[in-house]
């Protein structure tokens, strides 16, 4: 079975900072998708970014990046010039190629963003 | 375009009851998936259902039920409710089975007591 870890369950960083969170996986499966969802406290999950593991290059969204590591199966995120706007829980998730839309989540990293 | 819509927002139940949660998904997609987040275990998922069948399943029991209109809307049931089944209950829709985003809703905020 696959497995998300993320071994940070709070990060904090100053706004217009850099702040970077963890993820790791575990999959033997060669196709697959993995996400950061952002979840404010009014508890609506939002997608941030997404990466096909086909794809080499690292998925960019404004001000947020993602470092992407096959081998290692890492996939953290960076959010540049960081805003109060930003401070929510992140989750990390990995989804399985052509098996549907069922998303395996990790624990959470709560942001908070000191102004 | 209107998002997932999730109905009720908050409900309180008894332990014993049953309860029905709706979600209508973003319009034109087709699949819709439901999970459960807890304090405890974190987000996990229940189901998926396209084209108004159930596609996938997560661990959990039998009390533990969904279902797919035409339209695409999807409800999920829960009987004889316990105390651990307290927890935000959010449905995400997708516009096919496979390899697109998911888009939540804003979660079911479910209180057994």
């Avoid at chain 1, 990466?51 to 096959?70: C, D, G, I």
């Avoid at chain 2, 973003?26 to 159930?54: A, C, D, K, N």
Wanted: hydrophobic share 30%; proline share 4%; charged share 20%.
């Amino acid at each position: 079975a696959q497995t998300v870890t993320q071994s940070q369950p709070e990060m904090s960083v100053q706004e217009a900072e850099t702040v970077t969170l963890s993820c790791t996986y575990d999959t033997s499966e060669s196709d697959y998708y993995l996400f950061w969802y952002k979840q404010p406290p009014s508890r609506q999950m939002i997608l941030v970014i997404r990466q096909e593991a086909y794809k080499q290059q690292n998925a960019t969204e404004n001000r947020f990046s993602v470092n992407f590591q096959k081998a290692a199966k890492s996939f953290s995120l960076k959010i540049s010039d960081s805003q109060l706007g930003d401070a929510a829980m992140y989750f990390c998730a990995y989804k399985k190629g052509n098996a549907g839309n069922m998303l395996t989540f990790g624990g959470g990293t709560r942001l908070m963003v000191k102004p | 375009k209107a998002g997932v819509t999730q109905t009720p927002r908050y409900l309180i139940k008894t332990r014993g009851q049953q309860v029905t949660l709706s979600c209508s998904p973003i319009s034109g997609h087709r699949s819709v998936s439901w999970y459960q987040q807890t304090p405890g275990q974190g987000l996990q998922f229940l189901f998926e259902y396209f084209s108004e069948t159930q596609r996938n399943k997560g661990n959990f029991p039998g009390r533990f039920s969904g279902r797919q209109f035409s339209n695409s809307r999807s409800e999920m049931n829960v009987s004889t409710l316990e105390l651990g089944d307290s927890a935000l209950y959010l449905c995400a829709s997708s516009f096919r089975y496979g390899n697109t985003e998911a888009f939540f809703g804003q979660g079911t905020r479910l209180t057994v007591v």
